[in-house]
Structures are given as structure tokens and as C-alpha cells.
């Protein structure tokens, strides 16, 4: 078993290119371009998805890899999660073999789950794969996906990047993504290829949409103390770009309740960061973090300006009355460089 830890970015086409270029600046261990296929499998009664697992085959030329990824856990948008692999003949999965690892332990028997595995949906991709050095010691996994996500008969675009750590700390993820910043166009990415996977063949779990009932128990949630609080925020600020994505995905923002309600609860969560300018500091001061005031300055000025560009949605969006325009704008908002950056600076202020 070998722990995965890893940072998904969904990105476009011209952000992809560029990154291929500033890529060959770096130290390159390995480089190479593969197409992966890969089929996810689960139970009739869908043992895997409920326990938040994901089996899956792939096919690499001529070589097949059964691979099983359990639950973890994501902190933003850092997924840190065991992972199995085994090799095989054939692309037939073949539970017995996670036998040779004795710590994974199933709630039911190998034996049992083989016998309902069905195939759920596939995922077919280019793999553009780079290992590198960045310094002192660390290496970085980097595998640049563009392909597709297939079931029943419908389809979805992958255009992704992930960055895996091999050698050093989690906060490298970080610090690496910080040199492609100057880039608009990039999202940090929530849901893994089987989660989008399980959502396209209708097994996924439904979506909750937030609501201002959310901020306000966030807003009556006591904090026992000022990264506590942070934490809170910064997870609540996942849940809207979450719902964002949904939204839009789902063409949901020709409802012009809903546009102005989602842009409304952005605008209350930047309005709250701007009206209290000393918490953030709070959080370097009380929690001792290595830290600079920099970085808190750099949060503080972001937090400012994107207020100020939302407000500035607002008061088209009540001029005109475009809903549909209004999503586009703010998802624009969210995929700039500034915004990653500054999203990349709240995870490392609540990095555990």
C-alpha cells in the first residue's frame, strides 16, 4: 500500500499548453505519453461507492493494473488517500490478490464482492506523465489528463492536471503550484475521475445546495480559536464553488432566484473577511505558525478585491437581468490565478 497525496487542478486548453512549456524549466527525471484506459467496477448493491472506495482496471500499452483507492480524506482541495495496486494478466479484476496486502481489510470477503462485480463506467484519457525535482529533496508526480469519462451512453470531458507527491512535505504541493500563478483559467478540483464517474452513471450522491441558512450557523459556530475559524470558512467556501460547478453544469442558472441567492452568499463570506481585517493575523499570532505577514497581507488584499468584483456582478446582474451571464462571471472570477493564489494561501495558513 502506498499513501497518495495529490492536488487535482481542472484547467483549459491554453492553461495546459502553457504549463507543458514552463514544465521543461524544471529538473525532469522522467517524461512520457501514454493513453490510459480504465474501467471502474463495483457491486450490484454498489458496496464500493457507498463505502467511498473506487476499483478500477487500467490499461497502459500492454500492461493492466487493478487498483483499489479508499476513502481518505480531502483537506480543501488535497486528497490524502491509501491506495492498492496490483498487476495483472488480463483486464478481469481479481480481488484474491489484495491478499498480499494483510492492513486492507474489507467489510465483507474477497470472495463475496468478486462474485457481483459489474463494470460501472470508464475513463479514457491522454496521460502527458513527468516525475521531477524541485528542491531539496522533493519530488513531484505531474500527469496532465485530457480524454473522457463515459456511462450510460453519456459522456464527460477530462481536462485535469495532478500533482502527486513522491519525496518531501505536503506544503510543496503548494509552493509548486505557486510558479503557474500567473495562468487565469485554473480551478483547484474537488472531485476525483470515479466520483464524476459514479455522478454520470446516476450513482452518485445527491447534491445539497448551500443556502444562507448555512452561513448563518456558520456565523453562531463557536471557534476555539482563529485557524479553527478559518478552517471553517475555507470549507464553507469549497461548499459554494462546489455549487457553483453544480449549478452551471446543470444549466440551473436560468432560475434567477438561485443566481442572485449563490452570487448573494459569495458576496456575504467576502463582505465577512473584509469588515474584520485583524482575524487573519489573529491566526499567525495565536497558533505560532511559521508564517509571514506577507502571505496574510497578500490573503487580506484578495479578499478586498474579489469583494469589490462581486459587488461589481451585483450590480449587473440587477441591471440586466442576465442569469445565465451573471454564473459565467463569477465562474470566471473563481478560475483566475489570484484566486488560486489565494486559495493556495488559506491552505497553507489551515494545513495540518
Partial sequence: MSP????????????????????????????QQVFSQNIYFDTQDHFFSQQKMGLRVRKEEQSYT??????????????????????????????MLFNQYPELQLAREYAELQSSLVPIFSTDF???????????????????????????QQQAPISEIEIEL??????????????FLFLDGMRIGQESKAERGYQLAGLGKSF???????????????????????????????????????????ACALDGFATTELIGLFFNLYQ??????????????????????????????????????????????????????AIQQLLELTSRGKYLQRMINLLKITLK
Fill in 126 to 152: 491522454q496521460r502527458d506523465y513527468y516525475v521531477l525535482e524541485t528542491g531539496s529533496g522533493t519530488q513531484l508526480e505531474i500527469a496532465i489528463d485530457q480524454g473522457k469519462i463515459q456511462a450510460n
Fill in 272 to 325: 465577512y473577511y473584509s469588515s474584520d481585517e485583524l482575524f487573519l493575523h489573529s491566526v499567525v499570532e495565536q497558533e505560532q505558525l511559521s508564517h509571514t505577514n506577507e502571505l496574510i497581507d497578500e490573503l487580506k488584499d484578495a479578499n478586498e478585491l474579489f469583494y469589490q468584483q462581486i459587488k461589481q456582478i451585483i450590480a449587473r446582474h440587477v441591471e440586466q437581468q442576465d442569469h445565465t451571464k
Fill in 66 to 95: 487493478m487498483t483499489l483507492k479508499t476513502a481518505g480524506n480531502v483537506q480543501g482541495g488535497l486528497h490524502i488517500r491509501p491506495e492498492y495496486n496490483v498487476d495483472l494478466l488480463e483486464p478481469t479484476p481479481d480481488l
Fill in 166 to 179: 513522491k519525496m518531501g512535505a505536503v506544503i510543496d504541493v503548494l509552493n509548486f503550484v505557486q510558479n
Fill in 4 to 31: 497518495e497525496i495529490e492536488l487535482k487542478l481542472l484547467a483549459n486548453q491554453d492553461v495546459i499548453n502553457s504549463i507543458k512549456q514552463e514544465l521543461s524549466h524544471f529538473k525532469l527525471l522522467k517524461q
Fill in 208 to 250: 445539497k445546495p448551500v443556502s444562507i441558512e448555512d452561513w448563518r450557523n456558520l456565523l453562531h459556530q463557536p471557534f476555539d480559536s482563529a485557524v479553527q475559524k478559518v478552517s471553517a470558512l475555507l470549507d464553507y467556501e469549497w461548499q459554494l464553488l462546489k455549487y457553483l460547478e453544480k449549478v452551471n453544469a446543470q
